[in-house]
């Protein structure tokens, strides 16, 4: 294929309109960005359906691999010259390939570990991030969700965009792996966690129940809310059981990315009944 050399190219504009997110969700697509994460594409089967990437790319057998496991799924490839590739990439330090990607409209239910009977798992673990707004600390909480086994993660509305370019980097790759069900209203919450057929926990910075002390034998879903404001009332509504993480430090609270891991690395202990 013709290398890609001009800025004016209808798929070099279509690529940076993708950095704006009311265009990626009008298109129901997305960009990434650097070997490991395209590989990670790759590797789980996502939909992927452009590979752009620098001749230089296929000089290292890594990068050779990566354009031929791509046209051996019928993936169009296109090279670019390197100051297109520098010119679309999210980083100072681009490693010389990107690609689109098409999102999964994930169901609430299919996150949250709802059979296809409508019963909820017994051991369902869903993590729950409700208007979270800073994307590193979103991509980081959906990483140690698909660390620690849960079933999946539901974003509620008011979240940032789980596609965010720094959302997607922090994630480190599980975003390909983990159910994710993004831009949730209240009312498409899961109904069985909304009726109390399953447990409701909310992570509040203190006067819950300590974490280390709660009930895990029955379906969770765990929730973590603003950075600012805390959980919405939407979620304050659902029956629920606040919980929290003994600090017997002086620090007043937690980054919710770390206290959502924490929490979650806690209810997965007690329910294996062992350390990791």
């Known amino acids: 294929m013709e290398l890609l050399r001009s800025a004016h190219n209808p798929l070099v504009k279509y690529l940076q309109k993708l950095k704006k997110r009311r265009f990626r969700e009008q298109e129901g697509r997305f960009v990434i ?29 890594r990068g050779e691999r990566l354009v031929a496991a791509a046209l051996g799924r019928n993936i169009k ?14 980083t100072g330090t681009p490693q010389g390939v990107l690609a689109v990607c098409r999102m999964k ?25 409700d208007r979270v707004s800073d994307p590193g600390n979103l991509g980081t909480i959906i990483r140690s969700a698909h660390a620690f086994g849960a079933d999946g993660a539901v974003l509620m509305k008011g979240t940032v965009d789980l596609y965010n ?30 009726a109390g057929e399953a447990g409701v ?10 974490v280390d002390s709660i009930d895990v034998d029955r379906p969770l879903a765990l929730v973590v809310g603003s950075e ?11 029956p629920h059981e606040k919980v929290t993480v003994p600090m017997p430090g002086r620090a007043e609270s937690l980054n919710v990315a770390v206290a959502a891991s924490i929490m979650i690395y806690q209810i997965v202990r007690l329910r294996t009944g062992k350390r990791f």
Do not use: C
């Not at 390197?82 to 999210?90: M, P």
């Open 33 to 61: 960005e650097g070997v490991r994460f395209v590989e990670e594409a790759l590797e789980a089967g996502w939909p992927v359906e452009t590979v752009v990437y620098s001749p230089e790319l296929t000089r290292s057998a």
């Open 77 to 90: 490839t296109v090279p670019a010259e390197k100051d297109i590739i520098g010119a679309l990439a999210f």
């Open 105 to 129: 409209n994930r169901r609430p239910e299919e996150a949250a570990g709802v059979r296809e009977d409508g019963k909820v798992k017994k051991d369902a673990l869903v993590m729950v991030v």
């Open 201 to 210: 926990l909310v992570g509040v910075p203190r006067d819950g129940i300590p």
């Open 165 to 194: 370019d720094k959302t997607l980097r922090a994630t480190m790759g599980s975003v390909f792996h983990l159910p994710v069900a993004h831009n949730v209203g209240a009312d498409d919450f899961p109904a069985q966690f909304r």
């Open 228 to 238: 600012a404001a805390g959980p919405s009332e939407d979620i304050l509504s659902l």
